[in-house]
């Protein structure tokens, strides 16, 4: 396969500023859109949705940090080795994080955002309006280590 080159069209400002396993909930921050890509008037009608979905680069993690075999989430015994893609955390492949947040206004190319999950400075690649049809068809189901390993990750922070 062939590389494929990507340029950032936003950065993350304000917000946390270094990244953490838990306590994302309340966290605002700033999408700040690139001027020199994008014109006022590309986010007009993007205050009538609730939720973005952020697609952004893990800029501070370690890249030589990178096991695509099999590991324990958050190196806790008590939950099973699983492989790379059975993660969601930075060490992927191309570095990629995606964040479901929630849209609390647009103020021209400066998109105020809560509960995203990347820090002040992240890259963002690319930005989408949340589509309650684009949600799982269906009943979804995951491992009772992942309800476990998460039950913070969304409470408020201290910052908030």
Known sequence: MEPIAMTP???VVGGRTEPTDDYWGGTQAIIRLDPDLYPVESTQGLEEFSHLEVVFFFHLTDQSDLNLGLRRA???PAWPEVGNIGHRNMRR??????????LIKVDELDLHV???DA?????VLDVKPWFAEFGPRGEAHQPAWVTEMLGEYFAPSAEA
């Open 93 to 102: 492949r191309n570095w990629l994080g995606i964040s479901r947040c929630k």
């Open 114 to 116: 809560e509960d995203l």
């Open 74 to 76: 958050r190196d806790n």
């Open 119 to 123: 820090v002040a400075g992240t890259p």
């Open 9 to 11: 069209i936003a950065q």
